[in-house]
């Protein structure tokens, strides 16, 4: 059963901070990388950060020193640490395994979290 929970988000101003969590099934988390995405109004959704099931991660050039993306597999959780956050962040924030996108055409998403960066 595919499960995504995340939640954080909320209003914050220009340069603040906030920190997203997801709660995935074990069957995603497991031996997968995991990914946050995001999608702002009238934008596709974007990949913004991802963590190998090694502890490898890769961002995305405009979150690059400012996101940082880190797991705790005993709890099947991963994190977005979001600093200096600019008004261009504000979009909704989904955490998922790329490879479960991949092969299934992105139909699992959870229900994702609003981060809105007032200027």
């Known amino acids: 059963q595919v499960q995504l929970v995340e939640s954080g988000g909320g209003l914050v101003q220009a340069g603040g901070s906030l920190r997203l969590s997801c709660a995935a099934s074990g069957s995603i988390f497991s031996k997968n990388a995991m990914g946050w995405y995001r999608q702002a109004p009238g934008n596709k959704r974007e990949l913004v950060a991802t963590i190998t099931s090694g502890g490898a991660t890769t961002y995305v050039d405009s979150v690059k020193g400012r996101f940082t993306i880190s797991k705790d597999s005993t709890k099947n959780t991963v994190y977005l640490q979001m600093n200096s956050l600019k008004p261009e962040d504000t979009a909704v924030y989904y955490c998922?395994?790329?490879?479960?996108?991949?092969?299934?055409?992105?139909?699992?998403w959870g229900q994702g979290t609003q981060v809105t960066v007032s200027s």
């Open positions: 998922n395994a790329p490879i479960l996108v991949h092969a299934t055409g992105g139909i699992y």
